[in-house]
Nanobody
Framework: QMQLVESGGGLVQAGGSLRPSCAAS????????VGWFRQAPGKERESVAA????????NYAECVKGRFTISRDNMKHTVYLKMNSQNPEDTAVYHC??????????????????WGRGTQVTVSS
């Protein structure tokens, strides 16, 4: 089993930045694709960003393109989501997820096997 723990959320003013982290432990391989997802109160969960196991492929939701960057450090078993120019619509609980997938990035939540409990991100106007 793999465990994922998110950290680095918090409260930020509009226009500010945060960089949540997703740390993996347990049965870790280097062939896991990782995604970040978010869910705001009363809204459905949405995909935000996804990265392939080797970091060569990254995909983003249209609403975060140019503002968010997903990256990973496989030596540290950690994936990051750098969020710049944040706006109140970014307020949500952010979850990371992982799936054993040796090629490409995965976008759909149902394709992921392991999930973290999430970290709250709140952007004030």
């Amino acid at each position: 089993q793999m465990q994922l723990v998110e950290s680095g959320g918090g409260l930020v003013q509009a226009g500010g930045s945060l960089r949540p982290s997703c740390a993996a432990s347990g049965r870790i391989t280097s062939s896991h694709a990782v995604g970040w997802f978010r869910q705001a109160p009363g809204k459905e969960r949405e995909s935000v960003a996804a990265i392939s196991w080797n970091g060569e492929t990254a995909n983003y939701a249209e609403c975060v393109k140019g503002r968010f960057t997903i990256s990973r450090d496989n030596m540290k078993h950690t994936v990051y989501l750098k969020m710049n120019s944040q706006n109140p619509e970014d307020t949500a609980v952010y979850h990371c997820a992982a799936a054993l997938y040796p090629s490409g990035a995965l976008w759909e939540p149902h394709m992921y096997s392991y999930w973290g409990r999430g970290t709250q991100v709140t952007v004030s106007s």
